[in-house]
């Protein structure tokens, strides 16, 4: 069986299975955070819903926090620097990756995404639970540097629908579509690695039931 594999991470039996690696290690070589589960990946394929999702789980748990991501993609209208990315070049991202700034950092549609450990430890500091939003690699290589970390996989409920949202959302050229697209087949395959997966199909109903895995981590 040949199974997906991510830096510094060695799987158990079964990897198609919804279990976590049994022998986990840090990314980079240090201590995985951890302790109760306070930080939340939110992964699946770009346009299923996560941050529509998100945003209706931060109104309903005001005590989670959003992580800002480092990205060297260009901002799109509206976007803020530190608000909605860290946008950075690729120039100041690749020395971030060399100085060991990043708790994980993955290639995505010719551009480069990562959660800044800084910006990471500092939420947790403050006492937040901390939400990730980031595509599949990402999240395999959190699961590896911190194995309390909770991990929902957002699917869509068709290949349609997620085209048409991607289409309707307006952010991406048709060719950039496709691309998104052509990766969206990758991710879906990820979909059983996942312990917890919500189908965004009635928005309302995904984000009760994602809601639930939340608080159920953070109050078992
Ligand atoms: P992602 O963050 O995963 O890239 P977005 O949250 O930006 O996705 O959502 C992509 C588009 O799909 C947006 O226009 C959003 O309004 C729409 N959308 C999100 N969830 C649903 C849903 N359950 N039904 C229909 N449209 C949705
Ligand atoms: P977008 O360009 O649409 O903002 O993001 C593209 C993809 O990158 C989305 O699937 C998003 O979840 C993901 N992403 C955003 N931030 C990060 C990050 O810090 N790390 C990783 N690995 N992916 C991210």
Not at 142 to 162: G, Y
């Amino acid at each position: 069986m040949v199974c997906p594999s991510a830096s510094g991470e060695s799987w158990s039996r079964s990897c198609g299975g919804a279990e976590w690696a049994t022998t986990r290690v840090a990314v980079d070589g240090r201590p995985p955070l951890g302790g109760t589960p306070k930080v939340f990946v939110i992964t699946g394929p770009s346009g299923v819903g996560k941050g529509t999702l998100i945003r209706g789980l931060l109104e309903r748990l005001p005590e989670l926090e959003l992580s800002v991501s480092a990205t060297t993609r260009t901002p799109r209208p509206g976007e803020e620097h530190a608000v909605d990315y860290h946008f950075l070049t690729a120039e100041e991202f690749e020395a971030r990756v060399r100085a060991g700034e990043f708790v994980e950092h993955a290639n995505y549609s010719g551009n480069r995404y990562g959660t800044l450990r800084s910006d990471l430890e500092r939420r947790l500091a403050s006492g937040a639970g901390v939400v990730l939003e980031i595509e599949v690699q990402g999240a395999r290589q959190v699961r590896a540097a911190m194995p309390d970390a909770v991990a929902v996989f957002i699917a869509p409920p068709s290949r349609e629908a997620l085209r048409a949202r991607l289409v309707g959302r307006g952010t991406d050229s048709s060719e950039q579509v496709d691309e998104r697209l052509r990766t969206a087949e990758r991710e879906l395959e990820a979909q059983p690695e996942f312990a917890h997966v919500v189908v965004n199909d009635r928005l309302e109903q995904a984000t009760d039931e994602l809601v639930e895995i939340v608080r159920a981590a953070m109050d078992p």
